[in-house]
């Protein structure tokens, strides 16, 4: 099975940025629509971003478009969300997972070996 292993994780000032990285551990996802999530103390997890197999297609919140961007690298078997313009609201801790439907990417039902999580925290 593949284990994703989410990185890059931390503290940040509001307006600053991150890239997280979600590498593939055991077997590859290359072959898979990846998604990211995050979640926040009492929240509900929820959808950010999500790119499909190829890279073509990728998909986001509407909270996070026009800063955030996924992309991946199939060499390296990883896939990348980088988060610009960052707001005290992006605090979370952000997951990435292997989609294994593909009828509904912004639902995390859709999607079944998920990451420990990174924590993104962003200071007012």
């Known amino acids: 099975q593949v284990q994703p292993v989410e990185s890059g994780g931390g503290l940040v000032q509001t307006g600053g940025s991150l890239r997280l990285s979600c590498a593939a551990v055991?077997?590859?996802?290359?072959?898979?629509?990846v998604g990211w999530f995050r979640q926040a103390p009492g929240k509900e997890r929820e959808f950010v971003a999500a790119?499909?197999?190829?890279?073509?297609?990728?998909l986001y919140a509407d909270s996070v478009k026009g800063r955030f961007s996924i992309s991946r690298d199939s060499a390296k078997d990883t896939v990348y969300l980088q988060m610009n313009s960052l707001k005290s609201e992006d605090t979370g801790v952000y997951y990435c997972?292997?989609?294994?439907?593909?009828?509904?990417?912004?639902?995390?039902?859709?999607?079944?070996?998920w990451g420990q999580g990174t924590q993104v925290t962003v200071a007012s």
């Open positions: 997972a292997r989609a294994s439907a593909s009828d509904d990417y912004y639902s995390k039902r859709s999607y079944d070996y």
């Open positions: 055991g077997r590859t996802f290359s072959s898979y629509t």
């Open positions: 790119i499909s197999r190829t890279g073509a297609v990728t």
